[in-house]
């Protein structure tokens, strides 16, 4: 499908400077964007800065999207707080380092932070499908002092969809080429494609994990958060009976459709299919190989005829997962979405900068063909500030 252009009154409304807030799986620290978003529905970066979570906030995040438990709601809304807190706190210093005046913000959008995706249901039972974000839009709204959008998935599994892939709008507004099949590749925590035919419907889907695995591997064998270049995996040597043994999780041969997060593959998930007298390097390795060949499947599979993949996320300075990318994938040209005028550390954040002028201006966020809902809908709930009554005013 392909949305409305957006011009004359509605256009006047809701062009100017917005924020995106994200935390992604790997809850490696909040992005931060500040965008200008023209009447066209482009977006321009002034300014991405990615904020560092506390320690123990960010602890307890990880066990979390690992599928811990919740110890209490006193526990739950606690932490919906502290996150909300935290998001307002990036908004306050981006926007200072940037010299902007909150006033100067017609809205911000705040992913929050995944705790738990279940789109099929807590018990996989397609009864009772969920997506839970934390971070109030309340408090945002209120320490920031901008009007806030927020909660963006839930509507999404509310209308039958997965609730993401959410990006895959802005980058068929900004990445679609007239003669190209291109695919916008995110390798975050979780690694998703949007696929972007030259007509046609836009497509859209997770593949399975990208640095959320090797970063808690990598943290847990060298005390390191990440893999720097992909360094501890140069080391390592791929063992083919631990690959295929991770190959034989059954949701990779699902269809689109899919999402997935942290709650389903994490360091137990990795446990229960090593050997256990693997070499940590050759298990670092393993799981890079399993991230490049799962993305070049699902390509492969969905649209063979891919000219480019444009990569953005954190794994786009993991030179070795790039280069095994590329050996699965002859021919394709891989490159950063950078060479196209998109900052690939800050694409997510622009997303959500974007998706809350989609709110605002009364047009929807998701795309029926990647998530699979119903229809389209408008996304997210707006919490305006105390002295504006929507996000609409001058």
């Not at 640095?211 to 791929?238: H, I, K």
């Not at 997935?260 to 998930?269: K, M, P, S």
């Amino acid at each position: 499908m392909s949305y409305p252009s957006v011009d004359g009154l509605v256009a006047r409304l809701v062009d100017g400077l917005f924020v995106g807030l994200i935390s992604g799986t790997s809850a490696d620290g909040i992005d931060a964007a500040l965008v200008r978003v023209h009447a066209s529905g482009d977006c321009e970066l002034l300014l991405g800065r990615t904020f560092a979570w506390e320690p123990s906030l960010r602890s307890r995040l990880v066990e979390l999207g690992q599928g811990g438990a919740m110890q209490s709601i006193e526990e739950l809304g606690t932490l919906d707080v502290r996150i909300a807190e935290a998001f307002a706190d990036a908004t306050c210093r981006l926007l200072d380092a940037a010299g902007v005046s909150p006033k100067q913000v017609r809205a911000l959008g705040s992913h929050g932070q995944t705790v738990r995706h279940r789109p099929a249901g807590a018990r996989f039972d397609g009864q009772h499908p969920f997506t839970m974000q934390l971070g109030d839009g309340n408090v945002i709204a209120e320490r920031s002092g901008i009007t806030t959008v927020a909660d963006f998935r839930r509507r999404d599994v509310a209308a039958g969809g997965h609730g993401a892939p959410l990006l895959p709008a802005l980058h068929a507004a900004m990445l679609r080429h007239p003669d190209e099949h291109r695919a916008v590749l995110n390798l975050g925590g979780i690694a998703n494609f949007t696929l972007l035919p030259p007509h046609g419907d836009v497509r859209g889907f997770d593949t399975g994990p990208a640095n959320a695995l090797m970063d808690a591997w990598c943290e847990r064998e060298l005390g390191q958060p990440y893999d720097a270049d992909g360094a501890f995996a140069s080391r390592g040597t791929v063992d083919p009976e631990l690959l295929a043994r991770l190959l034989d999780e059954p949701w990779f041969a699902l269809a689109p459709p899919k999402s997935t997060g942290r709650e389903h593959f994490h360091l137990d998930w990795l446990q229960a299919r090593l050997g256990g007298d693997e070499a940590a390097g050759d298990v670092q390795a393993t799981l890079l190989e399993l991230t490049a060949v799962t993305v070049a499947d699902a390509l492969l599979a969905q649209q063979p005829q891919t000219d480019r993949v444009l990569v953005c996320g954190g794994g786009v300075h993991n030179a070795r997962l790039l280069q095994r990318l590329g050996a699965h994938l002859p021919g394709v040209a891989i490159e950063s979405t950078a060479q196209h005028g998109l900052d690939p550390d800050f694409v997510e954040a622009m997303g959500f900068a974007w998706l809350a002028r989609q709110t605002l201006a009364g047009l929807a966020g998701n795309l029926p063909s990647v998530t699979g809902a119903v229809g389209p809908r408008v996304l997210g709930a707006i919490y305006p500030v105390a002295t504006q009554s929507s996000g609409f005013a001058d």
